[in-house]
């Protein structure tokens, strides 16, 4: 009986320790393409969140709430659109609960259609700018106006490799690339951290288009990380994804097959050399 030459099990042996470096290399570069903020420690350079206003775009549902300062609430009454908002025995403004505030919605042309004043324009401004546009419209009829604004609509849409796609609403009216992820469950394996697409609408119906990058920790200085009403993140396959959809499925099984038989060449050139 002979045993398999000397050239070939060492041809056999290098072969399967090239395959094993390549696999862990392979595992090397996939765990890191999961890491968040990968260079933390050695950025020295201080990271701050850029905040920015929240502008007010076209179909943005808003609740606008109208008091006075004054004692006697009446006056405001006609431009609230609920009569959930009263006057209790001090005087103050309350509203009671089980009451559901109606929501003002922006119009094609950038304008809410207000009661008594008729059309205000709101697209393009943020929500201080409309808040002064509207006392400065309520003065003739209020004495001190105070309007509070709130966004009932403040969504973002979430997609792609994430393990709950879709519409996230926020009620406290911020949100960030990292809220949004969180909202979806966190991003899937497969998914692409390093270049997550944001896609915003403009006020002027523009589509702009900028990429994240979670693996940097600087991405937090990016305009970009706070998101705005309506904004779409969709998170990308990675590479591992796309090879693994390009590739044929039975290589998955092919591969332990092979690495079973040049272990089997292996033993059995054993077996034989120390029988001879």
Not at 80 to 87: A, H, P, R, V
Not at 163 to 187: Q, R
Request: net charge positive.
């Amino acid at each position: 009986m002979h045993t398999i030459p000397s050239k070939l099990s060492n041809l056999v042996l290098a072969a399967a320790l090239l395959f094993m470096l390549a696999s862990c290399g392979v595992a090397k570069r996939n765990y890191r393409e999961m890491i968040y903020f990968q260079n933390a420690k050695q950025v020295n350079v201080p990271v701050r969140l850029q905040l920015k206003p929240t502008v007010i775009q076209k179909y943005d549902q808003l609740m606008i709430q109208v008091y006075s300062q004054s004692i006697n609430q009446e006056q405001a009454a006609i431009f609230n659109m609920t009569s959930g908002i009263g006057q209790n025995q001090n005087g103050m403004v309350n509203v009671q609960q089980g009451n559901t505030l109606a929501g003002y919605i922006v119009d094609y042309e950038g304008n809410i259609d207000f009661p008594v004043i008729g059309k205000v324009k709101a697209m393009g401004l943020s929500k201080s700018e409309f808040i002064d546009t509207l006392k400065n419209n309520l003065k003739a009829y209020i004495k001190d106006p105070i309007v509070v604004v709130r966004y009932i609509n403040y969504n973002v849409t979430v997609l792609g490799e994430v393990n709950s796609p879709g519409l996230k609403n926020f009620p406290n009216e911020k949100a960030t690339v990292l809220d949004a992820i969180s909202a979806a469950g966190d991003i899937k394996d497969a998914g692409l951290r390093k270049s997550i697409l944001l896609i915003r609408t403009m006020p002027d119906g523009t589509i702009q288009q900028h990429e994240i990058d979670l693996t940097n920790i600087e991405c937090y200085n990016s305009p970009y990380f706070q998101l705005q009403p309506n904004d779409v993140l969709y998170v990308q396959s990675n590479k591992i994804r796309l090879r693994n959809a390009n590739q044929d499925p039975t290589i998955y099984r092919d591969i332990p097959l092979a690495l079973s038989f040049l272990s089997y060449l292996l033993l059995l050139n054993s077996v034989f050399k120390f029988i001879n």
